[in-house]
């Protein structure tokens, strides 16, 4: 029985799809979605420009996770943990549905640090060259997870 369910969560209308599915089709699961924040999406290149580029760069992104969770907790019509971290999105999915202590959090006291039992995300359907060129994190997650992953479309 599946009682811990990890939704990746981006902002797209995909995901907050794959999000109210999850809490439908497993209504006493326990739901946490996860924000990765992907610091290849900084446009300040390894100078970062100028200074405090990074860290304005990463106060933007943070705040912007944060929005994204807020927005798809409310889309569902019941509680659920968030999460925000950052990383490259598929390895930070596979480790927190891992068990994998939020970063920063060595006494393990945000998240339980139990593995979950299922993932949860959306796919954004890309084909072809531009699925060759942006890589794909749903296939990424389906081939490595130790658990069920339910890829929604």
Not at 20 to 41: C, K, Q, S
Not at 84 to 111: K, M, S
Not at 138 to 150: I, L, S
């Amino acid at each position: 029985m599946t009682k811990r369910i990890l939704v990746a969560v981006d902002g797209s209308d995909e995901a907050t799809e794959a999000l109210r599915f999850a809490a439908t089709e497993w209504p006493d699961a326990e739901l946490t979605a996860l924000h990765v924040i992907n610091p290849a999406d900084s446009t300040t290149g390894a100078e970062g420009g100028f200074p405090g580029a990074v860290d304005q760069w990463y106060d933007s992104a943070r705040g912007r996770g944060e929005r994204i969770l807020r927005e798809s907790s409310e889309a569902v019509d019941r509680d659920i943990d968030t999460r925000l971290e950052v990383g490259r999105p598929t390895a930070t999915i596979l480790g927190v549905a891992g068990g994998e202590a939020a970063v920063g959090d060595e006494n393990g006291t945000e998240g339980t640090g139990e593995p979950y039992d299922h993932v949860v995300l959306a796919s954004q359907g890309r084909t072809g060259i531009s699925r060759i060129l942006l890589g794909s994190v749903a296939e990424g997650v389906v081939r490595r997870a130790d658990v069920p992953v339910t890829v929604v479309r």
